[in-house]
DNA sequence: TTTTGAGTTGTTCGA
DNA sequence: GTCGAACAACTCAAA
């Protein structure tokens, strides 16, 4: 006698792929899917995250027949209510190894125990699970390069096959579980009508990377240094939410042999190394991994606070810094090349900790990981034996020269500067007659302040 | 245990 | 304009 199983969803939006679905669906007589409007990661979510989320659990309900129950409230009340209500004895669940999911899976877990129901984690947002790539000793490796090679030799499974033909649960057949049903729209917060966002969902996933397969992988080793042109394969979001999985883009990978895939291979291992390092340290989410980092001088204080929302707005007076940000802004999205200059900016220029800038990311960026994001941080910030040597300091005229020659970014996104042709779209203080109307000065000296934050790590304290 | 080679992504300066 | 060296020192991984 088989009773009907759960499957709740969190960051796995998908029906392909899913082996928490395929377990429900072969354990279950019927499966239930449900998501949780959690407060604690919705509230601190800025605008465009909720609002693509939103637009993934349309998707995600369209495609199981509008059968998705979304629930509000906090987890470890609303899963076993629900649970209890349909008469499952399993509520399947994709592993979450984030601390916080870690914590809230925890509870959730023992809640379900007293009603005598199971959660069962099957599979991970992860080609491979967290932890489980280790050195022949056992040990973590601490450096991506041997990382990467052990990783590679451990392998990952094929792609799982398809959970279309589920047999949903119609959320309206369930008992009164006493719980506040929404629907995805009542999660979107109001978003700007500026905000240009990806086309969220399952199978906009599946389009997209067919279409940076076939347009731009070959090329990716290169054109990903350009930000103005569509050179990288704007796949975070959909990772971040699990539209697809990376076992999908791996097998495809695995039939090319261009150098552009390759280089996306190893980005995809970065995602992985990073959140390998958050299981075996989770508190390098919030503390620099070399904690003379958080012991350097810093700095606090109004005047502080005015860069730090001066770099907040784009209003830096460095138009590639401020492009990266008002695109941030305008798209919840920023090229990646550009997420290294504007963190160097803040912390080498500004003079602000790293975690300020990545917390000012993460409610922003719709692809927003915590641990691909605060790690990318702290590289930046020079704070771990894998980062950049300190006097590695980003030039924020130079990194926009560089990789942004034609001026295209910065014109797309800084419309006072949108009249200027050219390189010289990089240094508006030069035109003649001076910066256009409107655009700010720059509002710190950039070799003045490389030359501070070289002399403050010279003074840094040691151990 | 010791040794050795290597380690994501830069900038500046002087020849 | 181009090119190589200096910018430091340390930890990690593997032999």
Avoid at 313 to 322: F, N, V
Wanted: glycine share 8%.
């Amino acid at each position: 006698m088989t009773t009907p199983a759960v499957v709740w969803f969190r960051r796995d939006l998908r029906l392909a792929d899913h082996v928490a679905l395929i377990a429900a669906a072969d354990a279950g007589a019927g499966v239930l899917g449900v998501f949780v409007a959690d407060d604690a990661l919705l509230t601190p979510s800025g605008s465009p995250r909720r609002a693509f989320l939103a637009g993934c659990l349309t998707q995600l309900s369209e495609s199981m027949g509008e059968r998705l129950l979304i629930v509000n409230g906090p987890p470890s009340e609303v899963i076993p209510r629900v649970a209890a209500a349909v008469g499952a004895h399993a509520v399947h669940v994709s592993a979450d190894y984030m601390p916080y999911g870690r914590r809230r899976d925890e509870e959730v877990a023992q809640s379900l125990r007293a009603k005598d129901i199971e959660l069962i984690a099957t599979g991970s947002p992860y080609a491979i699970a967290p932890g489980r790539v280790r050195k022949p000793d056992g040990s973590r490796y601490a450096v991506f390069t041997p990382y990467f090679r052990s990783w590679t030799d451990h392998g990952w499974r094929a792609p799982a096959r398809s959970g279309a033909d589920v047999s949903w649960i119609d959320p309206a057949d369930v008992g009164d579980a006493a719980v506040r049903r929404r629907r995805p729209e009542d999660l979107a917060a109001a978003v700007p009508d500026t905000l240009e966002l990806p086309e969220p969902g399952e199978q906009a996933a599946g389009q997209r990377w067919k279409q940076f397969l076939a347009d731009a992988v070959a090329g990716y080793d290169d054109e990903r240094d350009r930000p103005d042109r569509p050179g990288t394969s704007r796949m975070s979001p959909y990772l971040k939410w699990g539209c697809i999985h990376p076992r999908t883009m791996l097998a495809d990978l695995a039939r090319l042999r261009s150098r552009g895939a390759a280089a996306y291979l190893r980005e995809l291992a970065w995602r992985e190394f990073y959140a390998d390092l958050v299981f075996h340290r989770p508190e390098s989410l919030r503390q620099s991994i070399d904690p003379v980092v958080d012991q350097m001088t810093w700095d606090y204080g109004s005047e502080a606070d005015a860069r730090l929302a001066a770099w907040r707005q784009g209003r830096t007076g460095y138009p590639y810094i401020d492009a990266g940000m008002r695109q941030l802004l305008a798209e919840g999205w920023m090229h990646n090349r550009v997420r290294m200059g504007v963190a160097s900016f803040l912390i080498k220029d500004l003079h602000v900790p790293w975690q300020r800038g990545a917390a000012h990311f993460m409610r922003h960026l719709v692809d927003g990981d915590v641990a691909s994001n605060n790690h990318g941080w702290q590289w930046v910030a020079g704070s771990g034996p894998q980062a950049a040597p300190f006097f590695r300091i980003f030039n924020p005229v130079g990194q926009g020269e560089k990789h942004d020659p034609t001026g295209d970014y910065v014109r797309r996104y800084v419309s006072e500067l949108s009249g200027v042709p050219g390189q010289a779209v990089h240094r508006p203080w030069e035109l003649p007659g001076g910066a256009p109307e409107g655009y700010p000065e720059p509002i710190v000296d950039h070799a003045a302040e490389r030359s501070e934050s070289l002399l403050r790590w010279e003074n840094r304290p040691r151990r």
